[in-house]
């Protein structure tokens, strides 16, 4: 177990394209850190100069009180989860399982014991002579997992381990991810471009856009104070309202207060909004579109004057129906302010 | 699994248009084949006025004769020699292209160059470079005293058509190599490496395992190649000698049918290897169309 520490990390791939630009970033020993953001940010890339897959263009990477920049992949002592799981199809699973701990020369009786284990905490002792064309992807998923836990290396670092999986089996590996992390306390590096994934699983959040880290921190933290534009609309499902001043200011009237000089956006969560009347910017508009997702309803809402329409969530069923309309005020506290040239938050 | 039917118009038309096909494989093939086994098991005289049925007297004579037995282990000596040889190169330059990734084209396309050349051309390309009087290997030899002689000495007449053979070979056993370690995904390389492997422990026991259908499949058609495609080759360098000594099977169907106009045993010859081609087929059948398990 070791902290990873990378220092000034640059990625530029042959024909000169910067994929990574000046990457600081301390993970702590014990911790599970997820990268996400949209595709081709750089998240795989950034994991891969982890795992010494791809050279480091400039900068350093520690792991542990070791630079490992010219060290070999199997000298930084990791393991990772590839998002096709990159079994050996020519290995029975407890061989796939076994190839890692060989290849160090490990005792025949260390290795017995510990693929033994790995098979009883994931649940796949059934399996353990089945060929990996012979499981279910799940399965197959548990044998990636195995094959990274039997190793007992500093750091896991699985890049997208859950994108082949239905949508429910998704959702409980990634509990039991959660949990075998907690209890094997291994540094982790999880890459993702699920949000939902990212904000369950994280002990801290990176959050990459175009091979820069626009905001790290807890996605508690992530959600409720976003640091730019970009997070804003990243991190919450449905996304955060985005409003030039300007228009919201022309359609509020009396009801618009006096923003932080600067703030020439303002942004506020769906579940924010407060329908009826009460303190704050006053609107009303036309529900275009409900989508009843069940606990919630969301409300497309157009309002004159405002060119995107707005999304509101209602707690249980929608009281209204659509082409009606509904009068809601943004409260004042609720409201993000950025500022629309720097993308930064403005306080 | 689903193939889409065609619906011809007129019930004849689909044998009207594989006729020509079929008519070149029965005339070419299949008529001399069965000639071939008939008159295997039939005398003739020396000039062809008169046949007699003599059952399997060839083929029992032929299993007798020290020069056939002869000829059967130089064939398995030179088809085993060039097998592991072109098998050999093509899977190093193969594994060296693919590192390549992109500008590996033009290697891949000069690698492909012999595989075009005629087998008599080969042939004689590699006749002029061992040539012991002309040829520029010889003259390099020398400096290591080696007398090259290969009109004289058997055993370099041996060396010098398995080269030959193998050369021609090579890019075709290129092709399905790197075809084959390009299906190999490169996440596997990668995970072996991150597990502890270094690159050879990773080509033996991750690509490798990967490649045995390729590799059975190419083991099979390399051999048929050895065994028959080799005349043009073998007839443009050696001619079979010195005294016998690359005289293989094919060869000698030859050389006893037309030169030593004893076209009994020729053919007796003839089916014999037609026997092995059957063998060998059915085994890639068997095989490598179900796909190598692994
Ligand atoms: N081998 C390569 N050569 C050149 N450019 C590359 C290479 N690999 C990745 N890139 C580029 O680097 C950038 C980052 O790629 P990367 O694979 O890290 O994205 P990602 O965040 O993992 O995206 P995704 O979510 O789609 O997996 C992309 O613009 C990509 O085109
Ligand atoms: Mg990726």
Redesign the interface.
């Known amino acids: 177990m070791a902290s990873i520490d990378l220092k000034g990390v640059r990625k530029v791939y042959p024909g000169n394209v910067t994929a990574i630009h000046s990457v600081d970033l301390s993970i702590e020993d014990g911790e599970l850190v997820v990268l996400v953001g949209p595709s081709g940010c750089g998240k795989s890339t950034l994991l891969r100069m982890i795992?010494?897959?791809e050279t480091i263009t400039d900068g350093t990477i520690s792991i542990g009180a070791d630079v490992v920049n010219n060290k070999?992949?199997?000298e930084r002592d990791?393991?990772?989860v590839?998002q096709?799981y990159?079994l050996?199809?020519?290995m029975s699973v407890r061989q796939n399982l076994e190839?890692?701990l060989k290849?160090?020369g490990t005792p025949r009786e260390e290795i017995d014991r510990r693929v033994a284990e790995a098979a009883r905490v994931l649940e796949i002792a059934p399996f353990l002579d089945r060929k990996p064309r012979q499981l279910s992807g799940g399965q197959r998923q548990r044998v990636a997992m195995g094959?990274a836990i039997v190793?007992q290396p500093k750091a896991f670092l699985f890049d997208e381990p859950l994108s082949n999986l239905d949508a429910k089996l998704r959702g409980q590996m990634r509990i039991e991810i959660r949990r075998l992390q907690r209890s094997l306390k291994t540094t982790s590096v999880y890459v993702t471009h699920d949000q939902l994934e990212a904000m369950t699983l994280a002990d801290r959040l990176v959050v990459m856009n175009g091979g820069r880290i626009e905001q790290v921190g807890k996605p508690i933290e992530l959600y409720d104070r976003p640091a730019s534009l970009f997070v804003a609309g990243f991190i919450g499902s449905p996304p955060m309202n985005l409003l030039p001043v300007e228009t919201l200011a022309a359609v509020a009237g009396a009801t618009m207060p006096t923003l932080t000089p600067g703030a020439d956006i303002v942004g506020i969560r769906p579940d924010q909004v407060v329908l009826g009347g009460g303190d704050g910017i006053a609107l009303s508009g036309t529900v275009e579109l409900i989508e009843p997702v069940g606990g919630e309803s969301h409300l497309y809402v157009r309002v004159e004057g405002i060119e995107q329409a707005l999304i509101l969530v209602q707690q249980g069923r929608a009281n209204v129906g659509e082409a009606e309309r509904i009068d809601f005020v943004l409260p004042i506290q609720a409201l993000h302010g950025f500022n629309r040239e720097s993308g930064r938050r403005v306080e | 699994m689903d193939t889409k039917r065609t619906v011809f118009p007129s019930q004849g038309l689909p044998y009207l248009l594989v006729a020509p096909q079929l008519i070149i494989t029965l005339i070419f093939f299949i008529w001399p084949a069965g000639q071939a086994v008939k008159s295997s098991f039939e005398r003739e005289d020396p000039f062809g006025l008169s046949t007699s049925f003599v059952g399997l007297m060839h083929y029992g004579r032929l299993f007798q004769d020290p020069a056939y037995l002869a000829s059967m282990g130089r064939t398995a000596l030179f088809a085993l020699a060039v097998t592991v040889i072109s098998m050999g190169l093509a899977l190093v330059l193969a594994t060296a292209v693919n590192r390549l990734i992109r500008s590996g084209t033009a290697y891949s396309t000069l690698l492909l160059w012999p595989y075009a050349v005629s087998p008599v051309v080969a042939g004689i390309l590699w006749w002029f470079i061992f040539n012991s009087t002309t040829g520029i290997l010889p003259y390099v030899l020398e400096f290591f005293g080696v007398d090259w002689n290969h009109q004289l000495n058997g055993g370099q007449a041996m060396i010098l058509i398995i080269i030959a053979a193998s050369w021609k070979q090579i890019s075709y056993n290129f092709l399905f190599f790197l075809a084959g370690l390009q299906s190999v995904p490169q996440s596997l390389n990668e995970a072996a490496a991150i597990d502890g492997a270094g690159p050879f422990k990773r080509f033996w026991t991750i690509v490798f395992p990967l490649l045995s259908p390729t590799t059975f499949f190419l083991m099979i058609v390399n051999l048929n190649y050895t065994m028959f495609d080799t005349f043009g080759v073998i007839d443009a360098t050696t001619a079979g000698g010195p005294n016998q000594a690359t005289n293989t099977l094919v060869y000698k169907v030859y050389s006893d049918g037309y030169i030593g106009l004893n076209l009994g045993s020729s053919s007796a010859q003839s089916v014999i290897l037609m026997l092995f081609v059957i063998v060998l087929t059915v085994i890639q059948f068997r095989y490598v169309e179900r796909r190598v398990q692994y």
């Open positions: 795992a010494g897959l070999e992949p199997a990791i393991a990772m590839f096709n990159a050996y199809p020519h190839y890692g290849n160090r094959r190793r």
